[in-house]
């Protein structure tokens, strides 16, 4: 009787962890399509709000993403810190998600140096770090850390700045 309680354990856990992975397969193909700034506002002289519409293909489970915090960075020279509020991401397809984004200047950052930089601004020189929580439907959640993303990727179009009018303000 035992053999056989052991057997189907052994065949319900080899089960169980095909399902699994082939669940969690799908996670590779999440893919950000779209990212466009609906509106920025800003706050002092080294702060700004964003509003962002960010659209998400996602052929895997729905998702709630927080705690999203990260460095903003030009070439290795740290420009500034930004947070995001949560998002839900819906599954098995694709949606527009809004994105509320706070950023701060860094402190070894003076505006007068922060103009130059804009004008003549190259954005696959600009990456980011990112820190967040990913939490599957309502299971438990895990800490996703993503080093040295070019920000480019997102913005695909290389006057994506002058669209949004940023590096105007800046001229």
Do not use: H, W, Y
């Amino acid at each position: 009787m035992g053999k056989i309680l052991k057997g189907r354990s052994i065949l319900l856990i080899a089960v169980l962890a095909v399902f699994l992975v082939q669940g969690c397969a799908n996670f590779k193909d999440i893919r950000i399509v779209s990212c466009r700034v609906e509106s920025v506002s800003l706050k002092g002289l080294r702060g700004a709000e964003a509003a962002l519409s960010v659209g998400v293909d996602n052929p895997a489970a729905p998702m709630t993403l927080s705690d999203i915090t990260g460095r903003i960075l030009l070439e290795d020279r740290s420009l500034g810190t930004f947070s995001a509020e949560p998002v839900s991401i819906e599954g098995r397809t694709m949606s527009e998600c809004p994105v509320k984004v706070t950023f701060s200047l860094d402190n070894s950052i003076s505006l007068l140096e922060l103009v130059p930089m804009v004008r003549s601004l190259d954005m696959g020189s600009v990456t980011a770090d990112v820190s967040l929580k990913v939490r599957v439907r309502k299971g438990v959640s895990k800490r996703v850390t993503l080093e040295k993303v070019p920000l480019s990727s997102f913005l695909k179009d290389s006057s994506a700045l002058k669209d949004m009018g940023i590096s105007d303000f800046f001229m």
